[in-house]
Nanobody
Framework: QVQLVESGGGSVQPGGSLRLSCAAS????????MGWYRQAPGKQRELVAT???????NYADSVKGRFTISRDNAKNTVYLQMNSLKPEDTAVYYC?????????????????WGQGTQVTVSS
């Protein structure tokens, strides 16, 4: 099947930077939109940024100018460069991808999620 594996979370002081990575693997035919979402304690999961296969990006207003999403289609990997981090960026960050995959003699399509990676911004 298909799985997404995230890496790069951790703890950082306000104003610091982190880079998250998410690699998709498995019986992949094509990956369309890839994105990052986050969920802080007691809050709903929210969109951080998305990127289409052609490179078109979309950002939440709260991260515009500070975060940059990018992808390497050859590696089936999406990245999130986070700069000027704030305490309010503290959350579990989840990778998401819309993937068309092989199912033996046919193909299927679904939305897949990574396991989540903790980002903590604190002095």
């Amino acid at each position: 099947q298909v799985q997404l594996v995230e890496s790069g979370g951790g703890s950082v002081q306000p104003g610091g930077s982190l880079r998250l990575s998410c690699a998709a693997s498995g019986s992949i035919f094509s990956i369309y939109v890839m994105g990052w979402y986050r969920q802080a304690p007691g809050k709903q999961r929210e969109l951080v940024a998305t990127i289409r296969s052609g490179g078109t990006t979309n950002y939440a207003d709260s991260v515009k100018g500070r975060f940059t999403i990018s992808r390497d289609n050859a590696k089936n990997t999406v990245y999130l460069q986070m700069n000027s981090l704030k305490p309010e960026d503290t959350a579990v960050y989840y990778c998401n991808a819309q993937i068309e995959y092989y199912t033996g003699t046919s193909r299927g399509s679904s939305s897949f999620w990574g396991q989540g990676t903790q980002v903590t911004v604190s002095s």
